[in-house]
């Protein structure tokens, strides 16, 4: 039986840990003991299917999957079939026709990857899908804290900007409620979702009052190009008072990280100082991410059945 | 089959055959197999280490992502792979393992060997031949011969994982 990474939500501690396990033994394989390429997923194909922009996530899937022997498949939407009017349920039955195991889908509809994974037979992986939810990323960001604390359980986390807009503020909001950590939102009034007062989380409206007890503060991209109208007064408005600055990162604890899931805007949610910084972890979350999506692809794919995820 | 003080007899035996055979274990790493192989690994650098004062290079190779069994079952979770800082080039590599049966765990292991360099030569140790080699692979240092059927199931037992020493030939699978 095949199973499907929709949603974060759909992980048990069980899963969870089995992946962040997972991914650290292989982090452990490709990185200090310089093994490129295993044979696992030999034979297998994993079509990319990208219907958004997306440098990071695509680049990270499609090494993930080469380094354990899968084939790759790109399907960038743009200059594609869709583009001819093509739908989203045709080009999924093509690609399946064609022999792929697994379907990893970045798509600007939230819900897309559910839908797909009802029409295909092989696995579905959400790589994204519109403000909803990016599984992966809360992995390698959960990856990426107990790399750095050494845990996860009791862990003080703080999401910082546009969470309502944003999929990956769902996603760790979920996951990190499944791995024990205790995550607070940080944000304007305007860039909080309805709703956000059943989430599993604190709210906060107030930066300053909240990182001194932070362990983890993950800062957001505002995320223009899904605004209709004006959210905030200023750019720099905004940054004064949501921006991670200098001077906010001294309020910080020593152990304290900072974390952002890129692209970033420097000078608006995060000084530059601050992302080049030693408390950054930008580029070790680039990292984990290759080996957070091998765990994630070998566990789907890796046997007769998958050893993650959910049924559809 | 083997109680604590004959399986530490064992080990003793075959951390000197070692020593013998590969004159004197200059260049020798010791790649345990998990999760038994790792220890018995480990125990028998030990012992190199009180015979001769020697201190073997010892790590842990996981071949779970070779096996060509992958496909047929569920996907496991990953043991730990720990290659000593120094390599596996040139080196003379013993893998050792509890329990020889078909072959094909070893099998797997000479594959991610291969991916982690190139050893000068590799040799087999393992605590219990139990027999029914599946493909053409032979030990060099053997704990004991144990020929069993194929219905009975043989378990190592180490103070490490299960709290005591012991090798068991358990009931045959009904």
């Keep these: 039986m095949n199973r499907h990474l929709l949603s974060a939500a759909d992980l048990s501690l069980e899963d969870a840990t089995l992946i962040l396990d997972t991914a650290a033994e292989l982090a452990e394989l490709t990185e200090r003991a310089t093994v490129k390429k295993l044979p696992t997923l030999r034979g297998r194909t994993v079509v990319n299917l990208f219907f958004e922009d997306s440098t990071r996530t695509k680049t990270s899937f499609e090494l993930a999957a080469k380094r354990l022997s899968a084939d790759v498949i790109n399907f960038a939407a743009k200059g594609s079939s869709v583009s001819k009017g093509e739908t989203l349920k045709d080009t999924a039955l093509t690609l399946e026709a064609m022999g792929s195991d697994a379907v990893v889908i970045r798509h600007s509809w939230s819900g897309a990857p559910v839908n797909l994974a009802r029409i295909v037979r092989g696995s579905v992986v959400n790589a994204g899908d519109g403000t909803h939810e990016h599984p992966t990323q809360a992995l390698l960001d959960a990856f990426t804290m107990r790399q750095k604390l050494g845990r996860l359980e009791g862990l003080k986390v703080t999401i910082v900007g546009d969470i309502l807009h944003s999929r990956v503020a769902r996603s760790n909001v979920l996951l990190l409620k499944t791995l024990g950590a205790e995550v607070t939102l940080v944000a304007p009034p305007t860039l909080l979702p309805t709703g956000v007062d059943t989430w599993p989380a604190e709210v906060s409206y107030d930066l300053d009052a909240v990182l001194p007890k932070s362990d983890v503060v993950m800062m957001l991209r505002v995320q223009r190009e899904r605004m209709g109208a004006a959210y905030f007064p200023s750019a720099r408005e905004y940054s004064r008072r949501y921006g991670l600055d200098v001077d906010r990162v001294r309020q910080l604890q020593d152990h304290t990280i900072v974390m952002h899931p890129g692209p970033m805007v420097r000078g608006m949610e995060i000084a530059s100082e601050v992302a080049d910084g030693l408390r950054s972890t930008i580029q070790d979350q680039v990292a984990n991410g290759v080996s957070v999506r091998m765990a994630v692809l070998y566990l789907l794919l890796g046997g007769s059945e998958s050893a993650i995820g959910s049924e559809q | ?174």
Aim: charged share 25%; glycine share 8%; hydrophobic share 45%.
């Design chain 2, 1 to 174: 089959m083997l109680d604590a003080p004959a399986l530490s007899r064992v080990v003793d035996r075959m951390a000197h055959e070692l020593l013998e055979k590969t004159g004197g274990g200059a260049d020798v790493v010791l790649l345990g197999i998990p999760t038994r192989g790792t220890h018995l690994a480990r125990r028998l650098a030990q012992r190199v280490q009180a015979f001769e004062g020697l201190t073997v290079p010892t790590g842990s190779l996981d071949v779970t992502l070779y096996r060509d069994d992958l496909r047929m079952k569920s996907p496991r979770a990953l043991e730990e792979t720990d290659v000593p800082a120094d390599g596996v080039d040139g080196k003379l590599v013993v893998l050792v393992d509890d329990v020889l049966f078909s072959g094909r765990t070893v099998r797997a292991a000479l594959d991610a060997l291969a991916d982690l360099g190139r050893p000068r030569a590799v040799q087999l140790a393992v605590l219990v031949d139990r027999g029914h080699r599946e493909l053409p692979i032979r030990p060099d240092y053997v704990g004991k011969n144990i020929p069993t059927s194929l219905r009975e199931t043989i378990h190592v037992q180490l103070s490490e994982t299960d709290g005591a020493d012991a090798v068991l030939l358990g009931p045959a699978a009904s």
